[in-house]
């Protein structure tokens, strides 16, 4: 995996309209990025995929989508407003700011080693006012988590879906950070969406309900297309737990800069609701009809970053090929640059994930009438599909390996009614009949 270039991927999401830097025609933003027609299809389907799996497949589960914006209360009940900081250095020589707790192995800017000044607490919240008049009261956060709405939202959710304990409540939303110092492309930003659960369950169940959340957490992740052994768990110490949490495990990924954080699940006990509840005076607490009692539920949270996960997501699927997989020379449709004497980019998503499943394309331009029909009767039933008439047949291939497609239909001149179907990863090209494509295709992708 560390052979694995992180500049040659960023180049690479760049250039295939993956991910690309945000305002970047004005010098860029430190941190914030946007994501091409490519980027955008293949992080949508991620989190398509974790709504079905944990929400729309779940009988105790529901969704929400709570506010960006919250009274600053929250905040302050929650202790963000006091204790979510980060331990901030700067270098006295080149002047770069740095977390204590995530210093660099790099030499200083200007030469030697870095001389680091005492470290200072520093608040990533960003802040923002509400309304006309900047002031105290009507200053707030953009929020850094999507958890509070989901706790300030408890007790009406509860009544309203009729759930009885356990039972979670999920979310995917954007969230904001002032990172001291981003790095490594996607992994660490300002900008990012996060997709969790608070999973609600009796006090003395949360032991049971984190295993089995730890579990389903790995699955959903393996169930992506990452290879198992490219992930690994880290059990944070008792001494380096967040004051809110019992137990926290995390799931890392083997980076092209070393194992480090996927997603997250903890055991937040009943702190968030119970510190809620006080702060705002109103009862959050679930009649348990067993015991005739009034409980403050504990809370398991797995969550994950979509922008990390769609990170890995990429670095697993990555292969660059020196001198290319092989190009028929004696095929005049191709030439040096198709792959013969390059490197090329091949990309092994998974097909359920992939931006692009099907890529329809005639051999020439002749055969473009008949590719259209093609492509407009499979798009009837993937959404997914790519027209491409453009360049030499091997060349255009190359292209669909890149973004990650997994099959491509060619139209060639034979007159037997059939079309070439090649499978990215294989290259296997299997001939099948126009009137059979649909089935052919729907037993290899299903209906995505």
Known sequence: MQEKNLEKIVSWAKRRGFVMPGSEIYGGISGIYDFGPYGVALKNNIKKIWWKTFVEDSDDIVGIESAILMNRKVWQASGHEKGFVDELVECKKCHQRYKADDLPETKCQSGGEHEFTEAKQFNPMFKTHVGVIESDESMTYLRPETAQGMFTNFKQVMETSRKKLPFGIAQIGKSFRNEINTKDFLFRVREFEIAEIEYFVKPGDDEKAFDEWLKSWEEFVLSLGIKKENIKHYEHPKEGLSHYSKRTVDIQYNYPFGYKELTGLANRTDFDLKAHQEASGKDL?????????KVLPYVIEPTLGIERLMLAVICDAFEEIQGGRGVDKSDPSTNAQDGIDMSEIVLHLSQSIAPVKIAVLPLVKKLSEKGREIYKDLKTCWGEIEFDESGSIGRRYRRQDEIG????????????????????DTMKQERVDIKELKNHLFEKLGNF
């Open 285 to 293: 607490t679930y009649f348990d009809e067993e015991t005739k009692e």
């Open 405 to 424: 497609t997994p099959y491509c239909v060619t139209i060639d001149f034979e007159e037997d009614r059939k079309v070439t179907v090649r499978n990215r």
